[in-house]
């Protein structure tokens, strides 16, 4: 399900527009939607990273990004690493899909990712639990607790 056609809607607190796809913007995380037949990486996501950093990184605030997997796109999933270095404050990563094909990707980003990368199956849950765990921690390592 698209976001904007989702209960958590009216949570966003801002939304950005980019070739490769839209980043919602909510209190504790981020929620991307990708477009159909987008290569992702660390060079193609420049733009949107320093838009990521400023609203997060600068105010040194734990977050989660949401992959609302609704088109097909590609990972590099070796650029996933430079994410993690480059934002330090990024805490959780999770995935919502439902094809057997997002259930292989999933497997292999989770190989490559240095922080949680948990799948969902709908975008409410997503939302709730990654913001329930960081609205609960307490200190700068975020402890998930995974239902």
């Known amino acids: ?3 904007i056609n989702s ?3 009216n949570q966003i607190k801002e939304v ?3 070739p490769m796809g839209d980043l919602f913007f909510f209190e504790n995380m981020i929620i991307a939607q990708v477009n159909e037949g987008e ?3 660390f060079n193609s996501t420049k733009i949107a990273f320093k838009c990521i ?3 997060y990184e600068v105010l040194k605030k734990p977050f989660g990004i949401i992959s609302n997997r609704l088109n097909k796109y590609s990972i590099e999933v ?3 690493p430079k994410y993690n270095k480059n934002l330090p404050n990024l805490k959780f990563y999770g995935i ?3 094809s057997g094909f997002s259930n292989i990707n999933i497997s292999l980003e989770k190989q490559f990712s240095k922080i949680p990368v948990l799948a969902f199956d709908n975008i409410t849950k997503a939302y709730n639990t990654i913001n329930d765990n960081i609205l609960n921690s307490s200190d700068d390592s975020v402890k998930f607790n995974i239902p």
């Open 7 to 9: 209960e958590i809607y």
């Open 1 to 3: 399900m698209n976001v």
């Open 53 to 55: 950093y400023n609203y």
């Open 39 to 41: 290569h992702v990486s």
């Open 16 to 18: 950005h527009k980019f």
């Open 78 to 80: 070796l650029d996933l």
């Open 96 to 98: 919502v899909g439902s």
